[in-house]
C-alpha cells in the first residue's frame, strides 16, 4: 500500500516562498513508469494541476506557474518537494501530492494514491 504524506509550512507570508515535502512510503519513487504530482485546490474551486516529477527526475510544470515552481527529489529519502515562489494570497489552498502513472491532470481519477492534503494560507 502505497502512502504519500505532504508536510510543510501552513501559513506563508506574501513575496515569500512556500516549500511543501511529500514522503513517499509502500513503493519507490524511482519506479517506472510512475510520476509524482503536486496539485491544489484554492477555496471554493477545482482542482489544479501544478507539476509533477518523474520516475527518471524529470520535471513538468504547469505553463501558468512554471516562472515560479520548481520540483526536486531526494531518492535516499523517498521524498519529493515544491517550492512556489513569491507568493501571494492567491496561492492559498489544499495542496495535495499524489502518484500517476501518467503526467496526468486536474483530475482525480488521474492519480492512484493521494495525500491527504495540507493547507497553506498567504497572509501577513
Known amino acids: 500500500q502505497v502512502q504519500l504524506q505532504e508536510s510543510g509550512p501552513g501559513l506563508v507570508k506574501p513575496s515569500q516562498t512556500l516549500s511543501l515535502t511529500c514522503t513517499v512510503s509502500?513503493?519507490?519513487?524511482?519506479?517506472?513508469?510512475?510520476?509524482w504530482t503536486w496539485i491544489r485546490q484554492p477555496p471554493g474551486k477545482g482542482l489544479e494541476w501544478m507539476g509533477a516529477?518523474?520516475?527518471?527526475?524529470?520535471?513538468y510544470y504547469s505553463p501558468s506557474l512554471k516562472s515560479r515552481t520548481s520540483m526536486s527529489r531526494d531518492t535516499s529519502k523517498n521524498q519529493f518537494t515544491l517550492q512556489l515562489s513569491s507568493v501571494t494570497p492567491e496561492d492559498t489552498a489544499v495542496y495535495y501530492c499524489a502518484r500517476g502513472s501518467g503526467l496526468g491532470g486536474p483530475y482525480y481519477s488521474d492519480y492512484d494514491y493521494w495525500g491527504q492534503g495540507t493547507q497553506v494560507t498567504v497572509s501577513s
Open positions: 516529477i518523474a520516475y527518471s527526475g524529470g520535471t
Open positions: 509502500g513503493g519507490s519513487i524511482t519506479t517506472t513508469y510512475y510520476y
